[in-house]
């Protein structure tokens, strides 16, 4: 995990900021998930405390030892899932 802490050093606190106020102050996409009709790219964190892996969609990628913010602390594996998932549905 330093190795990603080491990365967002260089970013300036006001953009880190915006960044993961983004994230944070979101609405939540829960309560509407049933009415996605089209394919949908799940990717979820095996850490993940706000929301387990019990509570993730199916289809679904799992990320070992991934927490909330997969893109940040996990980029190398998110970012295939992407570019797959794409090739698959476009």
Known sequence: MDEWKERWKPVAPDQLKLTMGALVDR???LARA???AC???VLHGSADLAYPVERAAE???VVDGGAHFLGYTHPDEVN????KFLGTHA
Request: hydrophobic fraction near 50%; aromatic fraction near 0%.
């Open 59 to 61: 289809p679904l990628v």
């Open 34 to 36: 049933g009415e996605i």
């Open 27 to 29: 609405d939540s996409v």
């Open 39 to 41: 394919p949908a790219l």
């Open 80 to 83: 295939p899932a992407p570019a």
